[in-house]
């Protein structure tokens, strides 16, 4: 079993689409092990996406992901890394595969209604940042 967060991110959250976006995953195996609804500070994003901080999108990535509460999810199944991303789409919804999460919920690639960590160690960063173990289950 392998651990992975997502995070319905403000523009999905501001268009009523929490339950469509937890229902692909429970639809496709994967499990919810823990999830909340919340308001990043500045300084949680900025953290969050620090290995983006050189990149010249930081600030609107920032601005955007504190422009309203965002959901954040522990999913739990077999692949759940590479299935989460199959779910989501490309980071540009323009490419992304018709059915997937991008596609149908996510305007631009400012805007991409969710992130899904990129692999197994980075999930586990991304999971503890969010979490405490006994939230788990
Ligand atoms: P992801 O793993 O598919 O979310 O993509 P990345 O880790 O490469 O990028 C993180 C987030 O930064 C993306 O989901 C987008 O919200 C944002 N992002 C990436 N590239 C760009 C870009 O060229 N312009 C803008 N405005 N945002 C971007």
Redesign the pocket.
């Known amino acids: 079993m392998e651990q992975t967060l997502s995070i319905i991110k403000p523009d999905a959250v501001a268009k009523g689409v929490i339950g469509k976006i937890l229902d692909r995953f429970e639809s496709n195996g994967l499990k919810i092990a823990a999830t909340k609804k919340m308001q990043l500070s500045r300084v949680d994003a900025e953290t969050f ?1 620090a290995i ?1 901080s050189e990149r010249p ?1 930081f600030k ?2 920032v601005d955007f992901m504190i422009s309203g509460p965002v959901v954040v999810t522990v999913l739990e199944g077999e692949n759940a890394v590479a299935t989460n991303r199959d779910l ?1 789409g490309a ?1 540009n919804p323009k490419e992304a595969e018709a059915g997937t999460i991008r596609a149908d919920f996510a305007e631009n ?2 805007a ?1 209604a969710v ?2 960590s ?1 692999s197994a160690e980075n999930a586990a960063i991304e999971i503890k940042f969010f979490f405490a173990g006994r939230e788990i289950s």
């Open positions: 996406y983006h999108f609107d990535l989501m980071t690639i400012d991409n992130h899904g990129d």
